[in-house]
């Protein structure tokens, strides 16, 4: 048994290594192929949309987006915030009812018991489809920061283009 985890872990550390010297435009997905097969990602159906970072699963499982905040609609004892509901229905349009490709981090779960993942569905990366789009702010928190160099840059271009709240929002 340890020998396959250690021939399969050796063998995504050399196709890594190939795929990150390559300057294709698909990196990120190849990277998050890479992370998926090394980290034991899952995939589901999405069932319900709790806000624009939050779905929950088949069997339940509530999932909240890495790398990426979006404003609350819904948080107890505070308004709801500017652009809340456009990310919200953004987010129901990637994914509601949807399968989804599920790729840990670092860490498998927040301090509310949610578990912590980058979402896919098909080629679509949506973590990072939602801050290019401007429905949603980097938050990268250490140690889950796989593509918080992504997040960044396309929070700066959607700034640059006040796409969603940026153009939105005060």
Request: hydrophobic share 45%; net charge positive; proline share 5%.
């Amino acid at each position: 048994m340890w020998r396959t985890i250690v021939l399969f872990t050796v063998v995504a550390v050399v196709v890594l290594g190939a795929w990150w010297r390559q300057p294709a435009p698909h990196a990120p997905a190849q990277l998050a192929a890479i992370s998926a097969i090394a980290q034991g990602a899952a995939t589901s159906t999405v069932t319900y949309i709790f806000d624009g970072d939050t779905i929950e699963v088949v069997g339940g499982e509530r999932i909240r987006y890495i790398g990426m905040n979006t404003p609350e609609i819904a948080h107890p004892g505070k308004p709801e915030q500017c652009f809340g509901r456009e990310a919200t229905e953004r987010n129901r349009e990637l994914t509601m009812g949807k399968e989804v490709h599920l790729v840990p981090d670092a860490e498998n779960r927040d301090k509310y018991g949610r578990l912590l993942r980058y979402v896919w569905v098909g080629d679509t990366f949506v973590d990072l489809a939602l801050v290019r789009e401007g429905y949603a702010r980097v938050l990268a928190i250490p140690p889950n920061i796989l593509h918080a160099s992504e997040f960044k840059a396309a929070e700066r271009e959607a700034r640059r283009e006040k796409r969603g709240l940026w153009g939105a929002c005060k």
